[in-house]
């Protein structure tokens, strides 16, 4: 009796329960648990997106406690990660806009981080209630849903990492700065033909045209590539049995995920923000972006 009470085995019977109650694979929109009513409600991606981000506030809090300069293990466990993402972003933002850039950067890769490993906890997809439709179908709504597995919440996070990179940009670059890395001619005028410098202008205006394109995608893209690992997965390991090879590799696939998200949103600020030459670049293309960084 010792064996079958023990902690493994029930953690194997509870997957083997949750798998055969997922056999059909995740569905592709998040359920709603609370409807209100006119397109308002409450899905439990939703639900599972507030509880793990309140969840990862007291972790930190309890980690990190009262701040001091002995760090306690768990504020020397925070303090480096930090110094390891910090020594991963700062070159790629900058110098100058990585301090209002980092607390963004570090915030995106813990919360979709651990969103990203939520799909691999028992009972995720698995545990809820049945209830009879209009026409008499019975439909299984689980509780729990990892908020990235629902296209509703990357598109939050890839519009959030969108404004604020706008925010940024406009701050430490500047207007004229933009408008110049987007449409200007790049072309050493004193080493260019005089004929070929007029049709070297009108070419960077057109890539500037396809640049603002792609500028406007960035959401979209991040968002869809975000989605399609994580709902990916998930249907992979519901689909598979939870399979151990599967499961480790949803697990390296949660933090490439997560760095894949961060880093894009760091080289989109720092492809503006930290041209080459530094501080110089700034200053020779732009007077406001130089008076942001004073």
Avoid at 114 to 125: D, E, Q, R
Wanted: glycine share 12%; proline share 5%.
């Amino acid at each position: 009796m010792s064996r079958v009470n023990h902690p493994a085995w029930l953690l194997l019977a509870f997957l083997a329960g949750s798998t055969q109650l997922s056999a059909e694979g995740v569905a592709p929109s998040a359920a709603k648990l609370i409807d209100f009513g006119g397109g308002w409600a409450i899905t439990n991606s939703m639900a599972t997106g507030w509880a793990i981000s309140g969840l990862l506030v007291g972790l930190v809090l309890w980690l990190v406690g009262k701040p001091s300069i002995i760090p306690s293990k768990g504020q020397a466990v925070m303090e480096s990660l930090i110094e390891g993402l910090r020594g991963i972003f700062e070159p790629i933002v900058g110098k100058h806009a990585f301090p209002a850039a980092f607390p963004l950067l570090i915030t995106f890769f813990i919360f979709i981080l651990f969103h990203n490993w939520m799909g691999l906890i028992p009972g995720v997809g698995t545990i809820g209630w049945e209830r009879v439709t209009a026409d008499g179908h019975h439909e299984f709504i689980p509780w729990i849903r990892p908020h990235n597995a629902d296209f509703n919440g990357t598109i939050a996070l890839a519009l959030i990492s969108f404004g604020a990179w706008a925010i940024i940009v406009f701050k430490f670059a500047g207007p004229k700065m933009i408008l110049w890395d987007l449409f200007g001619n790049k072309a050493d005028k004193k080493e260019t033909p005089g004929w070929l410098y007029p049709i070297l202008s009108l070419v960077f205006l057109i890539v500037g045209c396809i640049e603002v394109f792609s500028i406007a995608i960035r959401p979209f893209t991040l968002s869809v590539r975000l989605f399609g690992n994580i709902f990916g997965g998930e249907n992979l390991l519901h689909g598979t049995g939870f399979l151990f090879v599967f499961y480790f590799m949803e697990l390296l696939v949660g933090v490439i995920q997560a760095l894949v998200f961060t880093l894009l949103t760091s080289v989109y600020i720092g492809l503006l923000c930290n041209h080459e030459g530094g501080d110089h670049g700034h200053d020779d293309h732009s007077g406001e972006g130089a008076g942001a960084h004073h």
